[in-house]
């Protein structure tokens, strides 16, 4: 499992990454529930969650924040 820091939108937000059984990365983001992409790629990976987490914020932004999901957002790699 890898966890990454994606910065998006001015937000910090954590990505978690694993490998399926097919060799897909498989990426989601606990803070923002059902905010989750896959691709071949961990580059691919990147580019496909940077959208999905703005797709998320296009559409449960106001909630997300009034929930508390969501803290302050660069670009960090840790191995797990």
């Known amino acids: 499992m ?4 994606l910065v998006t939108r ?8 694993e490998r399926d059984e097919d060799g897909w990365f498989v990426g989601s983001v606990p803070e923002l ?6 691709a071949k790629s961990l580059d691919e990976l990147m580019k496909r969650m940077r ?3 703005e797709a998320y914020l296009e559409t449960e932004g106001k909630k997300a924040v009034t ?3 969501l803290g302050e957002i660069s670009f960090s790699l840790n191995r797990r």
């Open 67 to 69: 929930k508390g999901l």
């Open 33 to 38: 529930p059902g905010c989750h992409t896959q």
């Open 2 to 5: 890898l966890t990454v820091l």
């Open 51 to 53: 959208e999905a987490v």
């Open 10 to 17: 001015n937000l910090k937000v954590s990505v978690v990454v």
